[in-house]
């Protein structure tokens, strides 16, 4: 069953959550306040459907089905900032310029093939 209301935010929340094990220092390193996490992290486990963190009066210990989510999370929050860079690669090689020239009238019936190929690639 897809999880849709689950965001790339919500993994971040949950990974910082996760590292400072607390909703305080989670927080802070978000520069968001702790009520509004705190609710995102309670809507994060309701999608999921288990409780990620055990909590205590001070820390929030995650639970095995939130050691593995954090392992995921981390992957998929690696995955699409990989997905960025090369996005971000290939427009720049987009905007570059190429110059073509050719020297005999017989180079001018293999540019459109050539030309072809090189767009393929690229």
Known sequence: MPVS???????????????????SGAAKRLH????????????????VGVALF???SRRLKLTSSG???LKEARAILQQFDNAVVLAREMAN????????GHSSVSSIEALPRILRFFQDLF
Do not use: C, W
Request: no cysteine; glycine share 2%; charged share 35%.
């Open 5 to 23: 209301n689950i965001e790339l935010r919500h993994l971040r929340y949950f990974v910082a959550v996760a590292e400072h094990e607390t909703m």
């Open 32 to 47: 968001i306040s702790q009520p509004p996490l705190s609710r995102q992290i309670r809507d994060l486990e309701f999608e």
């Open 54 to 56: 055990e909590r205590d």
């Open 67 to 69: 050691e593995l989510f």
């Open 93 to 100: 090689r987009n905007h570059g310029k190429i110059r073509v």
